[in-house]
């Protein structure tokens, strides 16, 4: 499934342009087509509580909270990276198309530091051969 594509301006609220290196356009961490509010993770809270503080907006407003990380694992017991109860597929279903280009494009130039991508190595040895 596809991330979801929206962007949002967040004007930084004057206590968190110490905190956030780059404040301005966050983008969606959701899977394209997901209900309700967009949401992006602006930092981790860390602690024994956990969680994370999000930015959720939608065409009207924007707001920032705080949320317990979603407890899902996957096979391999990697850690959804979203909230609780998020809305649409865990982090791991989800495919940034933007990163997915950029890996794509690394791994044709340097096969051997994506040892787990047969499919790219294998097209990037034909291309070697020639
Ligand atoms: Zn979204
Ligand atoms: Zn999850």
Redesign the pocket.
Known sequence: MR????VALLPPPDHLITLAAEPGHIL?????D?PG???TMLWDEGGPTGGAVWARWNTHRARLIPLPWCLALDPRKEACELFADHP?PHSWDITDPTHEAITHDLARQHPHLFPGTPEIAERTEEEDGS
């Open positions: 991330q979801c594509t929206a969606c961490e959701l899977a394209t997901h509010d967009h949401a649409s």
